[in-house]
T-cell receptor, first 117, second 113 residues
Framework: AQTVTQSQPEMSVQEAETVTLSCTYDTSESDYYLFWYKQPPSRQMILVIRQEAYKQQNATENRFSVNFQKAAKSFSLKISDSQLGDAAMYFCAYRLYSGGGADGLTFGKGTHLIIQP | KAGVTQTPRYLIKTRGQQVTLSCSPISGHRSVSWYQQTPGQGLQFLFEYFSETQRNKGNFPGRFSGRQFSNSRSEMNVSTLELGDSALYLC????????????FGPGTRLTVT
């Protein structure tokens, strides 16, 4: 079974600074997707960024970028120029692609990101 | 486009009762997945439906079931509720084929007393 590990239960960063959230995963598969989701206090899960395992280029979405190291099974999220609205729980998630479909998401336990004004 | 909607948003039930939760996916999305979120277990995959067929199932007892209708709307049912079923139940929809990113609804908060 696949597992996703987020080793930082909580992180704190000053507004406007950069922070990196760590994620490692365990899988024997080669075709899969990785995601970062954000869950603010409203509890609405919001997709932040996705990465296809077959792509070597790291995904970027505005201030959010990932460092995807497939051999090391590492998938970290970097948030640049942190803003107060970035404060939330961040979940790393894995999804296996298998033939005509994909499995359900496997989530890490989450990292609580605090933004200090 | 309207997002994923879930009803009801909050629910209080008594142990032993059953409950049905509803999810309407984003227009055009044919895949609907359900997740349970609890403080202890975190986010766990329940099941996924695509074109009215259950495609994947997580490791949950048979008390948890679901279905999908021809308009892609989905319902999940929990029978014989237990205290441990208290959780936030999240529904997510996605297109098919890849890349399968899922878009989540606001959730239904179920409290079992």
């Amino acid at each position: 079974a696949q597992t996703v590990t987020q080793s930082q239960p909580e992180m704190s960063v000053q507004e406007a600074e950069t922070v990196t959230l760590s994620c490692t995963y365990d899988t024997s598969e080669s075709d899969y997707y990785l995601f970062w989701y954000k869950q603010p206090p409203s509890r609405q899960m919001i997709l932040v960024i996705r990465q296809e395992a077959y792509k070597q280029q790291n995904a970027t979405e505005n201030r959010f970028s990932v460092n995807f190291q497939k051999a090391a099974k590492s998938f970290s999220l970097k948030i640049s120029d942190s803003q107060l609205g970035d404060a939330a729980m961040y979940f790393c998630a894995y999804r296996l692609y298998s033939g005509g479909g994909a499995d359900g998401l496997t989530f890490g336990k989450g990292t609580h990101l605090i933004i200090q004004p | 486009k309207a997002g994923v909607t879930q009803t009801p948003r909050y629910l209080i039930k008594t142990r032993g009762q059953q409950v049905t939760l509803s999810c309407s996916p984003i227009s055009g999305h044919r895949s609907v997945s359900w997740y349970q979120q609890t403080p202890g277990q975190g986010l766990q995959f329940l099941f996924e439906y695509f074109s009215e067929t259950q495609r994947n199932k997580g490791n949950f007892p048979g008390r948890f079931s679901g279905r999908q209708f021809s308009n892609s709307r989905s319902e999940m049912n929990v029978s014989t509720l237990e205290l441990g079923d208290s959780a936030l139940y999240l529904c997510a929809s996605s297109t098919n084929p890849a890349p399968y990113e899922q878009y989540f609804g606001p959730g239904t908060r179920l409290t079992v007393t």
